[in-house]
């Protein structure tokens, strides 16, 4: 059984970024800038928000922080993104969610030049996602493929489920695996809480992807042997943080499973940067 390690990759990837930006820099080109906002006083998004910033100053990449409080208007969020939008030094902007009541998410994030969504979420790019076309992809679905490139688990072929059917993850691992190459050309299943027979379509799987935010909910009767389990599910319990999957129970059955946590959440960021990245090569041309 393979434990797949998401912390080490997403320090490889930190570490290629860095070395490729470094290089960039000798020639002359100006680093790569990223403009992380944060509205309001959230703990858990306010912990994210460090992590991105210091993974950015390990990649190489500046961070433009903007702190807002949780009083500020929608009219005034919405300046600030258009000035990051017009900001020759800023190539992504992250849009820290959730936001306060009374600001329009939706509003927001459309309001992002999709050049600069390195969150992947604008209709645009996901659209490009859905025809196949190059574009940011959401950068947990991509973290996802990148360690099933790093680990050479490919699913061309194979039968995948993905079990969540939200906007940020199993819709675009859907069509992320749906893509032809040697890690898409999947036979793909997407089921979600009015799906019937849950165990049975995951027994089908020979790659399990979990995105439902039930801690454990996945048992060892639900997979079958020799399966490889994402867990992408991130679940706080009394116990501390678990998967969607009972992990000491599934792990034994599986050829390679993700832990929780040090699975896939680091890849999180990871892609982040790699999209910011991307977008400062399509500005400047480095």
Known sequence: MILIDGKKIAADIRAELAREIAAARNAGHRPPGLAVILVGDDPASQVYVRNKERACAEAGIRSFP????????????????????????????????????????????????????????????????????????????????????????????????????????????????????????????????????????????????????????????????????VDIGINRTPEGLCGDADFDNVAPKTRAITPVPGGVGPMTIAMLLSNTVQAWRQATGA
């Open 66 to 229: 903007y702190h807002l409080g949780a009083d500020t208007r929608q009219e005034d969020l919405l300046r600030l993104i258009a000035e990051a939008n017009a900001s020759p030094d800023i190539d992504g902007i992250l849009l820290q969610l959730p936001l306060p009541r009374g600001l329009d998410a939706q509003t927001c994030l459309l309001a992002i030049d999709p050049a600069k969504d390195v969150d992947g979420f604008h209709p645009v790019n996901v659209g490009r996602l859905a025809l196949g076309l190059p574009g940011h992809v959401s950068c947990t679905p991509a973290g996802v493929l990148e360690l099933l490139r790093r680990y050479d688990l490919p699913t061309s072929g194979k039968r995948a489920v993905v079990v969540g059917r939200s906007n940020i993850v199993g819709k675009p691992l859907t069509m992320l695996l749906s893509r032809p190459g040697t890690f898409g050309d999947a036979t793909v299943t997407l089921c979600h809480s009015r799906t019937p027979d849950l165990a049975w379509q995951c027994r089908q799987a020979d790659f399990l992807f979990l995105a439902m935010g039930r801690p454990r909910a996945i048992t060892a009767d639900m997979v079958s042997d020799g399966a490889v389990v």
